[in-house]
């Protein structure tokens, strides 16, 4: 059964002064107006609440109350101990597809699998599966809800995979045949989380791909980029949370490098990058070669420690690590303090540069 929290009644008085005057408000023009009314209320009280405040909203009894009644309610506890204990079931994994044209997303692609990991048939077995593709719906749909507007709805393929098990859910999309812009949804008590609407612990799943910008360490040679940017999507961070190794440069995963490292030349070429995994799983370091085949390298950095930023860092924001492997977003005026930080603004977005100014300009000698 759904968890709930008991809550007691406000004694609060602007609460019935608001209610008082949406009922008023119907009685005197329309009864919609005081349904409306109260949900502007709800939406503006709802804006002001936290993550965590919100979560302890959806969970009231009161709440969930009102859950039951939509048609999207599923008691996902009691749907997994069905799963499991009556039908061998420990694993779901259900695929479903937006065309983007505005109609409703369908399941293509429903598999279970038992504890060996072996794929279990349920068309030929008796395991009913609608409240699984209930499930998966409404996930698919909340995604679109949080994703940032848009001109034009868009067309994706959304996965949900459910580890029965240890009852933890992943939800990640592939739009354009890569993952992007998002990372995914990790739940875990997830049986808790979907009968309660809450959300996961990393918060808002909708969030843009992370952009690293990594100093490179001088290397032999004539010519040799400052630093080079990584754009890491979900499914590469998810690689190395498990440890994996990624070769990036690739259109999922691009790379581009610029500046000129100190006494050397300028250059953006840095061939063959790859983030690799250092001192047996503990670090994390940026390797590639320049133009003349001589290997270059970031500073390393602790892996735990790399993901950490990539995590709790706000949504959007450059991540700039400098060649001792330090992250220099705790500095509100670091652009200012490393100089191949400006140098890489510059060079992305050379519209931008700052206007010269007198004290730019040679001053001339009194």
Known sequence: ??????????????IQRVLNAAQQHGENDDPDHEVGDLQDV???????????????????AETVEVLRAGDDFVEVAQL??????????HRVQIEVIRDGAGDEPTVSSLKLFDASGDELDAAESDIDTHEL???ARRLDAELLGAMPPQSVEPAWVSTLDWD???DALTHSVRIEGIDRNIQPLRWRDASAALDRHLLPETGDGWREERVVVMELQPALGHAMPR????????TALEQLRQGQELTLGTSALPVRAGGAAKGKAASAHFREPQLLIRDAGESVQLAGFNEEAWPMNSGKVPLRLFLQWVDTRPAGETLFVSEEGELLNYDQDFRR??????EYHKSIAPGLEEPETEFDGERPRG
């Open 164 to 166: 029965l098990l240890n």
């Open 133 to 135: 593709r209930m499930v």
């Open 337 to 342: 303090h490393s100089l191949w930080v400006d």
């Open 42 to 60: 709800l939406r503006a009280a709802w804006s002001l609440l936290t993550l965590e405040q919100r979560n302890q909203v959806m969970a009231a």
């Open 1 to 14: 059964m759904t968890t709930t929290t008991n809550t007691t009644t406000p004694n609060d008085p602007r």
């Open 80 to 89: 997994r101990a069905y799963l499991m204990n009556q039908s061998g079931v």
């Open 227 to 234: 630093w080079a940017e990584l754009t890491l999507n979900s």
